[in-house]
């Protein structure tokens, strides 16, 4: 059995460009997502103020929604999207930027829109869970925890973010 942990892309955006995606076991997706944590509490917290305005309000509250909604994209931008890139980007053949060889770090900095967002949603799909291993999976924010042995009890306490 050969066990493949990449996949090559052709480009849509670019044609004649390709790029290849690591598949991202459950380490290294945890090991991406430490990056991002702090990140992903920010775009939570500014979600619930964004549910607490109404959609239909005020001009002012319009405008606060506006607000709220362009931080969150900026958060995304900035944190989400190049921590997927970096960890799943392995590289990108047919392209170079100023000359040089593309690098994830360099497609982040100087790549094209469109070719960064195709490389963003094929890492977000090379490293999710396949259906059976999403329905087998705790839910988000709890840690699978090994029962005790010998049928002993354990307390576990989960801090709210």
Do not use: W
């Not at 931008?77 to 930027?97: F, Q």
């Not at 869970?129 to 009890?153: E, F, R, T």
């Amino acid at each position: 059995m050969n066990l493949e942990t990449k996949v090559t892309h052709e480009s849509k955006a670019l044609p004649g460009v390709t790029f290849i995606i690591r598949r991202m076991n459950q380490i290294q997706r945890a090991r991406r997502d430490a990056k991002i944590i702090d990140a992903r509490v920010r775009i939570s917290e500014l979600t619930d103020q964004l549910k607490g305005i109404p959609e239909d309000g005020t001009a002012t509250e319009k405008l606060q929604r506006a607000k709220l909604d362009a931080q969150i994209g900026i958060e995304i931008v900035t944190a989400i999207k190049p921590a997927y890139v970096r960890a799943g980007l392995v590289s990108v053949d047919g392209l170079t930027i100023d000359s040089q060889p593309v690098k994830p770090e360099d497609l982040i900095e100087s790549g094209q829109d469109d070719l960064l967002d195709e490389v963003y949603e094929a890492c977000v799909g090379a490293s999710g869970l396949s259906a059976d291993q999403s329905k087998n999976s705790p839910p988000s924010g709890i840690s699978a925890v090994p029962a005790p042995p010998d049928g002993q009890s354990t307390t576990v306490t989960v801090a709210a973010a």
